[in-house]
């Protein structure tokens, strides 16, 4: 089984910065992409930006230049910095990653419980 462990959310004025945290654990397990959506009120979840294990990344049209995703493989945790913080990023964030067993290669898609970032205008 894996388990998603999010850190980092909290309160912050607009313009202020935050780090998420997200580290993965699973001994059974690779991960293949992983990456952070966020759900505001009455909104769809939505993608804000993922990373492949090779270090591509992809962003949401609304963060590009203002936050940026990275990982480290080694401990199997992905963080993303977020800058420039806008009252509209206010949203609960949720970790996910595409997970393979090494066994079989079979692959598996799991979600943290999420963290809450608000930002005050």
């Known amino acids: 089984q894996v388990q998603l462990v999010e850190s980092g959310g909290g309160l912050v004025q607009a313009g202020g910065s935050l780090r998420l945290s997200c580290a993965a654990s699973?001994?059974?397990?690779?991960?293949?992409?992983m990456g952070w959506y966020r759900q505001a009120p009455g909104k769809q979840r939505e993608l804000v930006a993922d990373?492949?294990?090779?270090?591509?990344?992809n962003y949401a049209d609304s963060v590009k230049d203002r936050f940026t995703i990275s990982r480290d493989n080694a401990e199997n945790t992905v963080y993303l910095q977020m800058n420039s913080l806008k009252p509209e990023d206010t949203a609960f964030y949720y970790c996910?990653?595409?997970?393979?067993?090494?066994?079989?290669?079979?692959?598996?898609?799991?979600w943290g419980q999420g963290t809450q970032v608000t930002v005050s205008s």
């Open positions: 996910y990653a595409d997970a393979y067993l090494v066994r079989d290669g079979r692959s598996y898609d799991y």
């Open positions: 699973g001994r059974r397990f690779r991960f293949n992409v």
């Open positions: 990373i492949t294990n090779s270090g591509a990344t």
